[in-house]
């Protein structure tokens, strides 16, 4: 598979109207392919930055996640999230940066205690009422495969990791080692 060299300018429209160049004439973009609103095993790593948000922003990294659901449908599970999150149903982008589907993204042993994690935490928050249970049936399907990018203010991609399997991408401090020298605060 050919990873892109270069990201295209564009403006995308976050679930909450406001709008993120790509790339960004100031910062870093972390381009984050996630699979469907309310994947447990997103919202897994989506916790894991988010926690660490503040140190990502310091890093001069503007967090970008990208879910194969509609608007809608994320809003009901993004609403708390800190980062900019944007709705591509159709999977214009996905197609664009070559992120794919697969069995292999639920059948492969090394996702599995992510999932199991993941929803272990979600049923508990669901039964909490913290949050709204994952959907049964979700939109675009289960089988995404997550992917990064790392985007340069010139439009370069530094960095790129498509997932071999649900929980396959890079961690906070992965992602922080990625950040040239130069541009880190």
Known sequence: MSLPTAA???KLVTVSGAQVLVPDPDRLIHLQFRRFAGCPVCNLHLRSIVARHAEIA????R???????????????????????????????YREFGVETSPRALLDPRGWP????????DAYAT????????????????LGLPADFLIAPNGRVLA?????????????DELLALVPAERRA
């Open 114 to 121: 992510a999932i199991l994690r993941g929803v272990a935490h």
């Open 127 to 142: 039964l909490r009422r913290r949050q709204s249970a994952p959907p049964g049936k979700p939109e675009g399907g289960s």
């Open 8 to 10: 295209p300018d564009r």
């Open 63 to 93: 967090e970008v996640i990208v879910f194969h659901s509609s608007a809608a449908e994320l809003r009901k599970y993004t609403a708390e999230l800190p980062l900019d999150v944007i709705a591509d149903p159709d999977r214009k982008l």
């Open 160 to 172: 790129a990791k498509h997932g071999a399997h649900v929980y396959d991408q890079w961690s906070v």
């Open 58 to 61: 310091a890093a001069g990294v």
